[in-house]
């Protein structure tokens, strides 16, 4: 599927390496007290587990090929577990169209946890209708986290 130029396609094994990479230089941006470069083997195991529970990732292209960014949701729950655009691809409005994507896998309700320290994935969730539900820790980093959700109307 097209959006914008911007193609959406499920990720392939070929598509893994790119990924971790724009995986690594988006977090390190993010959250640069992080060593997220020793992350990477975690990061293939993390999202293999996913994909046996029924979670998805979706790629956003560009008509070259390059990966953008990627979203990756379980659709019957609607949890939302990943979410990275590449740093060099930013304010480009790509978080709202893998957003949107991941809308469209669970359009009824979202939810995800994001570090209270990310200030500009807070503001971007706000700013997308989610809303603060719960405090919690990251268990991997002890860095504190929100609970956040977005329903698709209230009455959900």
């Given at each position: 599927?097209?959006?914008?130029?911007?193609?959406?396609?499920?990720?392939?094994?070929?598509?893994?390496?790119?990924?971790?990479?724009?995986?690594?230089?988006?977090?390190?941006?993010?959250?640069?007290?992080?060593?997220?470069?020793?992350?990477?083997?975690?990061?293939k195991?993390?999202?293999?587990?996913?994909?046996?529970?029924?979670?998805?990732?979706?790629?956003?292209?560009?008509?070259?090929?390059?990966?953008?960014?990627?979203?990756?949701?379980?659709?019957?729950?609607?949890?939302?577990?990943?979410?990275?655009?590449?740093?060099?691809?930013?304010?480009?409005?790509?978080g709202?169209?893998?957003?949107?994507?991941?809308?469209?896998?669970?359009?009824?309700?979202?939810?995800?946890?994001?570090?209270?320290?990310?200030?500009?994935?807070?503001?971007f969730?706000?700013?997308?209708?989610?809303?603060?539900?719960?405090?919690?820790?990251?268990?991997?980093?002890?860095?504190?986290?929100?609970?956040?959700?977005?329903?698709?109307?209230?009455?959900?």
């Open positions: 599927m097209t959006r914008g130029g911007v193609e959406i396609a499920p990720l392939t094994a070929a598509l893994m390496p790119e990924l971790t990479d724009l995986w690594v230089g988006a977090w390190t941006q993010a959250m640069p007290q992080i060593d997220f470069e020793a992350r990477r083997p975690w990061l195991a993390h999202l293999e587990g996913l994909r046996q529970q029924g979670f998805v990732t979706r790629c956003a292209l560009e008509a070259t090929g390059a990966l953008l960014g990627f979203v990756t949701l379980q659709p019957r729950s609607g949890e939302l577990d990943q979410i990275a655009v590449a740093p060099w691809a930013g304010r480009r409005g790509l709202r169209l893998l957003l949107n994507e991941a809308r469209a896998l669970a359009p009824g309700l979202i939810t995800l946890t994001v570090n209270q320290d990310n200030g500009q994935a807070l503001g969730y706000e700013r997308e209708g989610f809303v603060k539900m719960g405090e919690g820790v990251n268990a991997m980093s002890g860095l504190r986290t929100w609970r956040m959700a977005w329903r698709a109307s209230p009455d959900i």
